[in-house]
């Protein structure tokens, strides 16, 4: 079955390391979004791509940063720079621009910094 | 910017009652798509219904539907018959060139 895959689902770092998050499509999509959500907030978005070797900053990009090598992957490194990173991330893909493709989900990272 | 508020943090409904979810948004666009997502416990996020701000006829998806009026900005999602599995969180997103989401109303379901 075609989906995205996050991995791993919980992880846990010590302050000051930087993080990769892992997320994979085989849903051939062209566009990838990270989001990020907090207790009582609605997802913000930190980074999205529409095309291979292409991606913009989000609404909270600082402290992140992303690469988009291949169609399928859209990895998110959460930086020491990024002041607050313990979070629940989101990674999503569509088949197009939000305008006329909803959004498919992976399961996200919860990720504990400490 | 855009912007999107969903201006009720928690809701709670009887079983096979109705209930409705608000959701405001503010933007200059024309063209543009409003979604419901809802995310239950597990916290996959997944897609209730979805509006194009063209069409003047509302979205109906089996017991979900949405009222929308674009002049007011306004887009709430009507949940017909309440069943104990749609406990969830839901989100409220605008969607041009990207999704921005609401804050989100925790729905219970009483038995």
């Known amino acids: 079955d075609g989906g995205i895959t996050q991995s791993p689902k919980y992880l846990f770092r010590k302050e000051g390391q930087n993080v990769t998050l892992s997320c994979e499509q085989n849903?051939?999509?062209?566009?990838m979004y990270w989001y990020r959500q907090d207790p009582g907030q609605g997802l913000r978005l930190i980074y999205y791509s529409h095309i291979v070797n292409d991606f913009q900053k989000g609404d909270i990009a600082e402290g992140y940063s992303v690469s988009r090598e291949k169609k399928e992957s859209f990895p998110l490194t959460v930086t020491s720079a990024q002041k607050n990173p313990t979070a629940f991330y989101l990674c999503a893909s569509s088949q197009g621009v939000p305008y006329n493709s909803p959004l498919h989900f992976g399961n996200g990272t919860r990720l504990t910094v400490t | 910017a855009q912007t999107v508020t969903q201006s009720q943090p928690e809701m709670s409904v009887q079983e096979a009652e109705t209930v409705t979810l608000s959701c405001t948004y503010d933007?200059?666009?024309?063209?543009?798509?409003l979604f419901w997502y809802k995310q239950p416990p597990s916290r996959q996020m997944i897609l209730v219904i979805r509006q194009e701000a063209y069409k003047q006829q509302n979205a109906t998806e089996n017991r979900f539907s949405v009222n929308f009026q674009k002049a007011a900005k306004s887009f709430s999602l009507k949940i017909s018959d309440s069943q104990l599995g749609d406990a969830a969180m839901y989100f409220c997103a605008w969607g041009a060139q990207k999704l921005v989401f609401g804050q989100g109303t925790r729905l219970t379901i009483n038995p």
């Open positions: 849903l051939n999509h062209d566009a």
């Open positions: 933007t200059s666009e024309s063209d543009y798509y």
